[in-house]
């Protein structure tokens, strides 16, 4: 599944080892696999290949220009939630008619340079919101193209904080609403309102909830097929697990085998929006063991690593393996906990862990997706490096932050 493997005793990432690239940039460093993001994608679109979907990253995952570009040169376009990932996806030269744009809150301003660039379509999460993105195209004497984010209510085993395909999430329009947007959408005079989209969650690691998704919404389209409501596009979102510790996720294929039956009933172009499925397992965080303390309760692992480099542990109690980057068969049970002024600022609590010394390196793993992009200045910290590996190269693709980054736009 990754590019991250020890050889002899040693971690490396690709042909790389990683103590050289913590030693030569320092940490708290994150190390991403070429081979592995693009290898997971390409795995995707084998998959699907029958039926040659859009694939488009989902930005928000890992937003790092770098590895949005290495994405589109290999033909994938980009969801997006922002003016920022807008941005961003228009730097690295994703063709306008790749990009597709969901968020619950899209302001005018944002609305309005999308709708310029000509973006593909906007996901659209209310009533309201599609009220305003015709005013706006109006204003503009533009069409826009639209599509209608539907919550189909169903249940996903996944942390309650990333399901979003529950009708008490805030996200999409129940089926009976988006029913009656799309009977009367002629009086939208400035949408074309052209497709459906779904996207029930985040590290959803089996089939099911797909398919009775899928399944809800392919009766619906067929409900509309009767009134003559002809639609183009079908975004059935993203959502894929990873491995993460023992879960035992669905591979591409296996997904596409149960899905791809369904989509075909539609008759409608298939867009994908996967993130963690791409990058989780591309990218790792090197940090350092500055203390080892010991209480009369537990130990600590003290590393200069932080919840505001990696928030995923203390924000959702979300496991990350945790190698040592010279390998050891000795273990112990410990916390391994960062610097900042939060109890739950930790990577690891009460955990068998390699057994370490001052100075020693350990790597946090499948942390490529939601690392960096969630990453903060809390507790005024700079933000680490990221750096690309390609077979033997390492290159920075993100210079660690300076105390005059820290400032530049504030006064004193």
């Known amino acids: 599944m990754h590019e991250f493997k020890y050889r002899g005793n040693d971690l490396y990432c690709e042909n790389v ?25 390409l795995k995707l679109k084998s998959a699907f ?22 994405l589109v040169k290999k033909g994938a376009g980009l969801d997006i939630v922002s003016g920022g990932e807008l941005y961003r996806a228009l730097k690295v030269g994703c ?103 779904i ?22 389209i067929q409900r509309l097929k009767s009134k003559g409501i002809e639609l183009e596009y079908l975004n059935i979102g993203g959502g894929m697990g990873i ?14 085998d149960k899905i791809i039956p369904l989509l075909e009933k ?31 309760k537990k130990k600590f692992i003290i590393v200069d690593g932080g919840m505001n480099d990696l928030i995923r542990p203390a924000l959702y109690s979300a496991y990350h393996n945790i190698l040592a980057l010279r390998k050891t068969s000795k273990t112990e049970r410990a916390d391994v906990v960062g610097p900042i002024c939060e109890s739950a600022d930790f990577f690891a609590k009460e955990r068998k862990v390699p057994k370490v010394k001052v100075g020693d390196y350990l790597a946090v793993m499948s942390a490529g997706a939601y ?21 033997n190269k390492a290159s920075v693709i993100r210079k660690r932050e300076s105390l005059s980054d820290l400032i530049h736009n504030e006064k004193d």
């Open 95 to 197: 063709p306008s008619q790749k990009i597709v744009y969901a968020s619950v809150g899209k302001t005018d301003n944002e609305i309005a340079i999308a709708i310029s660039e000509g973006i593909l379509f906007f996901n659209v999460e209310s009533l309201a919101e599609l009220e305003n993105i015709n005013r706006i195209s109006r204003k503009l004497g533009k069409i826009t193209r639209a599509a209608i984010r539907i919550n189909p209510d169903v249940e996903t085993k996944t942390h309650k904080y990333i399901t979003t395909g529950k009708i008490t999430n805030k996200f999409g329009i129940d089926l009976d609403s988006a029913y009656k947007i799309l009977v009367l959408r002629s009086k939208f005079t400035n949408l074309n309102i052209c497709g459906l989209h």
């Open 17 to 41: 080892k990683i103590a050289k690239l913590a030693s030569r940039f320092g940490t708290p460093l994150y190390v991403y696999s070429y081979e592995t993001l693009i290898d997971h994608y």
């Open 243 to 256: 491995i993460y510790d023992r879960e035992t996720p669905q591979t591409a294929r296996i997904y596409a």
């Open 371 to 391: 690392g960096f992009s969630m990453s903060s200045n809390y507790n005024s910290r700079l933000r680490p490096a990221e750096v690309m590996v390609t077979k």
């Open 49 to 70: 290949r029958k039926i040659n979907p859009l694939i488009c990253y989902s930005v928000k995952a890992n937003s790092n220009l770098s590895i949005l570009r290495a």
């Open 266 to 296: 539609t008759g409608l172009k298939i867009i994908m929006e996967p993130g963690r499925f791409i990058v989780g397992n591309a990218g790792i965080l090197a940090v350092k063991v500055l203390y080892i303390k010991h209480t009369p």
């Open 199 to 220: 996207h029930i969650g985040s590290q959803i690691t089996e089939s099911a909830p797909f398919v009775a998704a899928i399944k809800k919404v392919s009766g619906f």
